[in-house]
């Protein structure tokens, strides 16, 4: 453990995880509750927001901060995503410097075997994010595995702009017997509803504010959807894209909540999310809303 001092505020981040599972032992008793909130960096407001949760249901909370090599098939993206450690800790201060750090390197996560384990989602990872980005999922799968297995939190915090991710972790921690309670947040928006990522950072000024084209999108969906098919949802969300040359739609899809497998035709027993992936510029963004 290293105290790291930033404009006079001291504060713990650990960069080993020998060094944090003995410190968590020692602290631990029969009524801790250990929160977990686990990141890439380039904090914004819908990190904090999930922390703020976990600070206001448990004893403690503990944030990862790494950039997972095995979740990227795109190289180029991860050479390129944003790493803002010192930023990132500047952040947590300010929202409570009781918040434990964990900035781990490559090497103590994977321990010089950077590869990802298999996993079996029962086919939740076949849809959407599985079809343009192939092996991302079993990355995130070791990733978080590995996480929980270090922390060993009580609960575990994730935004509900990854969905798909989000069910996919709740799959991997009941197939794996895992003792965490997983936790899906709200999505926190720019004031224009672009749903906040780490890659709005990298988007100029006029890109940030046309991609509110994206949430406005998925509103109109959730209105069409009363009286439309899926298909032709769909069709006019292609449409709309089209007379944009700015984005390039990578897919829309309306889908079921629990099995993520696209809606052919609606059922009243069924939840539905309708979920985007467009590039901007070569800046992948992605967005989901629930459809009543």
Not at 257 to 282: G, H, M, Q, W
Request: contains cysteine; glycine residues 4%.
């Amino acid at each position: 453990m290293f105290a790291v001092n930033f404009n006079k505020i001291a504060m713990p981040i650990f960069y080993g995880k020998a060094a944090l599972m003995t410190f968590l032992k020692s602290i631990e008793n029969r009524n801790t509750t250990i929160g977990f909130v686990p990141t890439m960096g380039a904090l914004h407001q819908g990190h904090l927001s999930l922390m703020q949760q976990s600070l206001n249901d448990n004893q403690k909370t503990v944030v990862s901060i790494f950039v997972n090599p095995t979740q990227f098939n795109n190289p180029e993206d991860l050479s390129k995503y944003p790493r803002t450690l010192e930023a990132d800790t500047k952040k947590i201060a300010d929202l409570n410097l009781d918040i434990i750090i964990y900035a781990p390197s490559v090497d103590d996560i994977y321990e010089g075997n950077v590869n990802s384990d298999s996993f079996n989602f029962d086919g939740l990872e076949n849809q959407m994010e599985g079809k343009f980005r192939p092996g991302h999922f079993d990355g995130v799968g070791t990733i978080v595995k590995r996480l929980f297995e270090i922390v060993t939190p009580t609960n575990a915090y994730f935004g509900e702009k990854d969905f798909q991710q989000l069910q996919i972790v709740k799959k991997m921690t009941q197939k794996n017997h895992l003792p965490v309670n997983i936790i899906g947040c709200p999505i926190y928006r720019e004031k224009n509803g672009l749903a906040m990522s780490s890659r709005n950072e990298r988007l100029t000024p006029e890109q940030r504010n046309t991609a509110s084209i994206i949430y406005k999108t998925l509103n109109n969906t959730s209105t069409l959807f009363q009286t439309k098919s899926a298909e032709e949802v769909t069709l006019w969300v292609n449409d709309v894209f089209k007379n944009h040359p700015t984005f390039e739609l990578e897919y829309f899809q309306i889908a079921e909540e629990d099995t993520l497998l696209p809606c052919i035709e609606k059922s009243v027993n069924k939840k539905y999310r309708a979920f985007i992936a467009v590039f901007v510029n070569n800046i992948r963004l992605i967005d989901t809303i629930s459809l009543k």
